[in-house]
């Protein structure tokens, strides 16, 4: 399984972490420093070498966080398509009131404010998918 595109340091940690599971309780796990057993106090085994690897979580419960990305990705959903109704009534209202050359000038790419406002408008649909997308790669791996 070789590597499908470049990603990024953040995206490659991610992906590295969502491998493994953080130990909880050290006295029954091992050290995450070491994959040795830490030593119960009071006794004198000392450290001894664990047979199970040494595992990593990101601490989210899955349920909780699967609920999160459904409703992401209906908010996400609802808002690109109310914003892209909106946009397109807007285009529809100039080219009624003022023509083919005013939707023009409305689309031209030197008027910067209406393209500032068109991502504004699309920007919390879209930082909602890309979050709901985020939070879908931190989910463990089904084994």
């Known amino acids: 399984m070789g590597i499908k595109h470049a990603q990024s340091p953040q995206a490659f940690f991610c992906s590295l972490l969502k491998r493994f599971e953080y130990a909880t309780d050290i006295s029954q796990t091992p050290n995450r420093f070491n994959n040795h057993y830490a030593a119960q106090p009071g006794s004198r085994e ?25 409703v992401l990705k209906a908010f996400a959903y609802v808002w690109l398509a109310a914003a892209t109704l909106l946009i397109l009534a807007g285009i529809s209202g100039v080219w ?48």
């Open 46 to 70: 000392g450290l001894r070498k664990s047979a199970q690897p040494l595992t990593f979580t990101l601490g989210v419960k899955e349920p909780r966080m699967k609920t999160w990305i459904l």
């Open 96 to 143: 009624m009131k003022g023509g083919f050359a005013a939707v023009q000038e409305l689309l031209s790419p030197f008027n910067v404010v209406n393209w500032f406002v068109t991502v504004l408008t699309l920007a919390p649909g879209l930082a909602a998918l890309a979050w709901a997308n985020k939070l879908t790669s931190k989910l463990p791996v089904a084994p």
